[in-house]
């Protein structure tokens, strides 16, 4: 069906960290059901953004709507899944088992209704399913791959039941052939879900063959719209601020 309202809202977001400006006057509108590539040098504002739509971070001016309601003010706050950046090597020795790492993401909803319930149990068990990794429930986190400890990740966030899934840099420390799995699971998610999926990556090549939509961010929003703007000519020395040679990769 045709979305006649923006889901996500950005308008002309200005941040800093100090007298460091890192993002200025950005603003783009998301529609519901998106899968959105975010590409741009480092420093460019990538990280800083993507904390600032979940409202980790208050933009100095500049407003964010989430499904028409500002950011500091949206209720559902839990629809919102997150997945920071390099999480998945961090704790790895931490003991604990893949289901008990994804029944942390049900923490939002208990908070309000109190206590871990049938629901619950039955979401955890949707998101390990979702994710392709229920025969790894009991496994310790400490013994799976990047890739796999990445999907647990995922499994986390899907757990609270988002419309919504930001991802940063989800492919460090994963390998190519992971990659490569883990770049048709979320392709499933936002089609089967029809999940609004939003994630930074440094792979240019791959990500216009992947996604539906990309922004360019180098402090100010240099491009928005289809990931085909990536091979005009002059848009990725404009962002990058030099030549970089294209690698087109045969899978």
Do not use: W
């Not at 989430?66 to 390099?86: A, C, E, L």
């Not at 931490?94 to 208990?110: H, I």
């Amino acid at each position: 069906m045709p979305v006649t309202t923006p889901f996500i809202e950005v308008k002309d977001l200005n941040f800093a960290y100090g007298s460091h400006t890192v993002l200025e006057q950005v603003s783009f509108i998301i529609e519901k059901g998106d899968y959105v590539g975010i590409v741009g040098p480092n420093g460019g504002g990538k990280t800083t953004l993507l904390k600032i739509l979940v409202g980790l971070l208050t933009p100095q001016s500049g407003a964010v709507l989430i499904d028409r309601q500002p950011i500091g003010s949206f209720k559902n706050r839990f629809k919102i899944g997150y997945v920071p950046q390099r999480v998945s090597q961090e704790n790895i020795n931490f003991p604990a088992t893949v289901y008990e790492v994804v029944e942390s993401g049900r923490v939002p909803q208990t908070r309000l209704f109190g206590g871990l319930k049938q629901r619950d149990r039955q979401a955890i068990s949707r998101s390990l399913a979702t994710a392709h990794i229920e025969e790894l429930q009991d496994t310790l986190l400490s013994r799976l791959s990047g890739g796999q400890r990445q999907r647990v990740y995922v499994a986390r966030a899907l757990a609270a039941d988002p419309e919504i899934l930001i991802l940063d840099e989800p492919f460090v420390g994963v390998d190519i052939s992971a990659q490569k799995d883990f770049y048709d699971f979320l392709k499933e998610l936002n089609h089967t879900q029809g999940l609004t999926i939003l994630f930074v990556s440094h792979d240019i090549d791959v990500i216009t063959d992947e996604v539906k939509s990309i922004l360019c961010l180098n402090r100010g929003l240099l491009c928005a719209g289809s990931p085909s703007m990536l091979h005009e000519p002059n848009v990725i020395e404009e962002l990058y601020g030099k030549k970089i040679t294209h690698i087109h990769r045969h899978h």
